[in-house]
Structure formats: structure tokens, C-alpha cells
């Protein structure tokens, strides 16, 4: 089965190549319980989610599991959603250029250098403000991207520690011959080979 057709939880889970077991370990949950998550035949408490985000670092979960469900976790901003890096990183750093290009980091130095609002200049300091929340968004949108680690190139860079792997029947991923230690070391915090 291909990967975007698997449910939000389960793709999460193989984000973090953890098997169903190890994953209802860490969560405190049966693997029955955990199944039933991902088939679709349950769907997880709100402080499940909260939990598989944490433990599969996929933050992205709890926006697509409000989506789903509708039931607010308090974890996500308003007005987030799900991107790619690309997309919103090209976002935040638009944002950040349009407001220096504006000078609005000047004028905000302006209002604020006497300590008060004035009448008269409120409405700038309003979309000073307005333009702010824009970055933060952009910036938060960063934060919760959704990432895929099956590209072929993925793994490969130093920063993550692990190697491509084949998948052959979305059930079990298999390591590239020699490398089983060094994943399984890198996965549990320890420092790489």
C-alpha cells in the first residue's frame, strides 16, 4: 500500500520507523489499541495524539488529527497548516523580507521610542502588529511541516543518522545490509558509528 494512503497515526509511526510494538510500548497503549488507530476503526484520545507527537517528533499529527476529528488539542496555533519545508520556508523568509523591506522594524522603533501609542500613530502600530502575526505564523508553519523520510535521498544526509530503506510490504522495512546497529543506536538518542 502506498504511503499517503495510510492513516494520519500510522503514517506518523513509520515516519519514525518504530514497529507497532515498540510504538504501543513507548505510548503505554495495547498494540490492539494502537492498531485500531491505525485502520481507522478507533480514533485516539486527544492525549494520545499529544503523545505520539512528542514520541514520533511529528508534530504535524495533532494539526492532521484536528482536522480529522475536529476536537481542539491546544497544541496548534490558529490558522496553521500542514506544508511542506519548501513551502513554508519560503513563506517565512518572504515574510521576513517584506517587512525589513518596508522599513517596519524602523517605524515600529519610532512609536515605541517615546514609550506611548500615540492616536495618531495606533494604525501603523496596528499593522506593524498584524504584519508580526503573519511572520509568527510563517515561522510556526516551519515548526509543524510535514517531513517524509522514504525519498530516496533520505537519510543519507549527516544530520539524521539513518539510511534509506526498502520497504516490501508496508508492513516491515529492512535495513540496507551492515547498517541494523548504527539505525537502531542512532534511533534510541545514542551517538552515530
Known sequence: MSEKYLNC????????QLSQERAAEKLYLSVESLK????????????TVVAMAEIYQTPWLALEHLKNTSAPLGVLPEGITVQSLPTAAIRLINSVLDFAEQHRDRQLLRIAEDGVISEAERPAFEN?????????RAALQVKFVETKKDRSDAGTSKRSGFKTFVENDCTNSIPESGLIGKSIFAQEGGDSL
Open 36 to 47: 485500531a488507530y491505525e485502520t481507522g476503526l478507533r480514533v485516539p484520545p486527544n492525549a
Open 9 to 16: 497515526y500510522q503514517r506518523a509511526r513509520k515516519n519514525t
Open 128 to 136: 506593524i502588529v498584524a504584519e508580526l502575526d503573519e511572520i509568527i
